[in-house]
C-alpha cells in the first residue's frame, strides 16, 4: 500500500505479521511500532521513496510483502510493485502480495496489468 493509506490501515498490517509469524517467518520488519523499519529505496529524479510494507526470512531467504487494499492512486501501486519485484528478482529473493476480502479483484486486475498475473496472492 502507499504511504498514505499506512495511517489508515495499521490492523491490517498487525494481522498480516500474525500470519506470517504463524506461518514460520522470522527477523520480521515492518512499518509499526514495535518493529525494526523495512530500508527504503529512494526513486531517482523524485523526492519520493520505496519501502516495502513487509520484510521477512524464512529458511534463510529474504520475503518483501506489499498488502494490496483499493487505492484511489493504482500508479503508484504498480510502481512499487514492479520495483519491488525488480529488486527481489535481482538478488534471488521473493516478493508476495498480501490483500483481504473485497481487494482480490482488484488484486489480480493491477497483477495483470502490470504483466505479474503468475503472483498468487496470500488472502487474509
Known sequence: ???????????????????LEATGFEH????MEGYETPKSYARKGHDSKITPDIVAI???RKYFF???????K???????????????????DRFRIIT???H???TEDMLEDINLANKQPIKL
Open 104 to 106: 482480490y479483484k482488484f
Open 1 to 19: 500500500m502507499i504511504e498514505s493509506e499506512k495511517l489508515e490501515n495499521k490492523n491490517l498490517i498487525e494481522k498480516s505479521v500474525t500470519h
Open 58 to 60: 524464512k529458511n534463510g
Open 74 to 92: 493504482p500508479r503508484l501501486l504498480k510502481t512499487k510493485w514492479l520495483f519491488l519485484d525488480t529488486i527481489s528478482r535481482m538478488k534471488s
Open 28 to 31: 520480521i520488519k515492518a512499518d
Open 100 to 102: 483481504t476480502k473485497g
Open 66 to 72: 506489499d498488502i494490496s487494499l483499493k487505492s484511489k
